[in-house]
């Protein structure tokens, strides 16, 4: 079987380090905001160029304290993607504000900065930009809206660790960027885990408080808090890990330009001149995905549908009662197919894969 990711080859690659790794938290026995935590936090800081990075229980739970301690809240509106996990705007309802979608390129699958302004009202208070599947969306583009009507910008990098616009990593353009470790992301834990990542002080110090029952000192609360702490023995693992995120994101590049030198027939994802895609998803768009997901799995091939229902469709928005102007997001629903994409891919698996494709387009 080809897998959509291979975490059993790449524990193998690993597990000396990760093995040793977790052994010293159980040694250690400081199992919460250990030295790990810190460690890693510091370190990614760094890879980031960053002044703060605050581990998280999870990449929901980033993107909710977040807007948060950007000040977001009941009332405001949020500009952001219906193309995407339910997360993005699940975040956004959960600090009772209410996302406001906006319709996507249909090449690059993330938000129309094009549409953006239209969007725009007196109650606007950020944008949650997503960098769908490894791809930064128009940054640049970005930050002048938001900087001509003071608008927060958090960027929900779940997919994107790594990615670069005009060679600067997402994550570092607006007021915090929010990271997932779940296992199959490109820095992947072996559960759950997030990280948000700021250069503002007091939104870094609201993330702080926030994460840990409102509290900085201990017993002592000065707000309403969240239990969402980065877990040690997850900070131990994601530790190993990032000594090898450049080489992993790497492959993952030259695998996509595989695919995109032998796919004929379907739509291949778009990359800017500005960005470096660092391909946690390599999602193709074609009518016939359905058959070509069909023939894949009869040939023990997995694939994914990402997503296969906007989320101005999806039931617990219904309430916002939209029936056009995200034609793209629809449309994309409609045809695209993630296929197996990871560092551990080999040649020949992308051959395979790909003859398959072609044989089906060509009919």
């Known amino acids: 079987m080809i897998q959509m990711v291979d975490l059993k080859k790449q524990y193998r690659f690993l597990a000396p380090e990760i093995n040793k790794a977790i052994m010293d938290v159980c040694e250690n026995t400081q199992f919460i905001n250990g030295p790990n935590v810190k460690a890693f936090e510091t370190e990614v800081a760094k890879y980031h160029g960053i002044k703060h990075a605050i581990g998280v229980g999870n990449g929901t739970d980033a993107l909710i304290l977040a807007l948060e301690a950007c000040g977001i809240g009941p009332g405001d509106e949020v500009i952001t993607t219906p193309f995407t996990f339910i997360a993005t705007s699940e975040a956004i309802e959960q600090v009772i504000a209410t996302p406001v979608f906006v319709d996507i390129e249909p090449y690059s699958l993330n938000i129309d900065t094009t549409k953006i302004e239209d969007k725009i009202t007196v109650d606007t208070k950020a944008i949650l930009v997503v960098h769908l599947f490894g791809q930064p969306a128009d940054m640049g583009e970005i930050m002048r809206i938001a900087n001509k009507h003071s608008l927060k910008v958090i960027e929900d990098c779940a997919q994107a660790f790594g990615a670069t616009y005009n060679e600067q990593k997402v994550g570092t353009f607006g007021d915090a960027g929010c990271f997932s470790f779940f296992p199959s992301k490109n820095l992947g834990c072996y559960g759950d885990g997030g990280m948000v990542i700021t250069?503002?002080?007091?939104?870094?110090?609201?993330?702080?408080?926030?994460?840990?029952?409102?509290?900085?000192?201990?017993?002592?609360?000065?707000?309403?808090?969240?239990?969402?702490?980065?877990?040690?023995?997850?900070?131990?693992?994601?530790?190993?890990?990032?000594?090898?995120?450049?080489?992993?994101?790497?492959?993952?590049?030259?695998?996509?330009?595989?695919?995109?030198?032998?796919?004929?027939?379907?739509?291949?994802?778009?990359?800017?001149?500005?960005?470096?895609?660092?391909?946690?998803?390599?999602?193709?768009q074609s009518d016939k995905r359905d058959m070509i997901a069909k023939t894949l799995k009869e040939n023990d091939i997995a694939t994914a549908v990402h997503y296969p229902v906007p989320l101005h469709k999806q039931n617990a928005f219904r309430y916002m009662?939209?029936?056009?102007?995200?034609?793209?997001?629809?449309?994309?629903?409609?045809?695209?197919?993630?296929?197996?994409?990871?560092?551990?891919?080999?040649y020949n698996n992308i051959l395979k894969i790909c003859n398959i494709i072609n044989s089906v387009v060509r009919g």
């Open 199 to 284: 250069n503002d002080d007091n939104v870094a110090h609201k993330i702080k408080m926030l994460r840990n029952h409102g509290s900085v000192k201990k017993y002592y609360h000065d707000v309403i808090g969240y239990n969402s702490r980065l877990d040690e023995m997850q900070a131990a693992i994601l530790r190993v890990k990032l000594k090898y995120i450049d080489e992993w994101n790497r492959y993952r590049r030259l695998n996509a330009n595989l695919y995109k030198e032998t796919l004929r027939g379907v739509l291949l994802p778009a990359e800017q001149e500005s960005v470096k895609h660092v391909y946690h998803q390599f999602t193709i």
């Open 321 to 346: 009662n939209i029936n056009n102007g995200l034609e793209n997001s629809e449309h994309a629903a409609n045809n695209v197919l993630s296929l197996p994409m990871c560092p551990e891919l080999t």
